[in-house]
């Protein structure tokens, strides 16, 4: 076994559809130990949803790790629901915003292969 520290998701912005922004490589398994978004407009609050998906699966609300969170202008929210989780092999990591190209991305972790 082999424990591998990375960016997993290097500073992408979320859209107001959901999309991957980390997919687990094929017998590899995801962690997330830190995630940040943050909100890079001046003035307009946007709200953030996350999923942590298994393979095959899609947005559900059994799945769904942070809700319509909303973010406060130029604040950097810590994401503490991300910590710990991941995804096994070609899982996927899924989010939207309220408001596309606002609110940075950022996920950080190791890959067990």
Known sequence: MTITPKTLVA??????SASSHYLAPSLTKGV??????????SSNAVTATVHVIDTGASETNLNMVIAARTISPLECY????????????????????????TLA????GYEVT
Do not use: D, M
Not at 32 to 41: D, G, P, Q, R, V
């Open 78 to 101: 810590k994401c503490p629901e991300l910590a710990g989780k991941g995804v096994a092999a070609t899982g996927t990591l899924r989010a939207l915003a309220s408001s596309t190209s």
């Open 32 to 41: 997330f130990t830190n995630a940040t978004i943050t909100n890079t407009h």
């Open 105 to 108: 991305f950022n996920v950080y």
């Open 11 to 16: 500073g992408q912005y979320l859209h107001t």
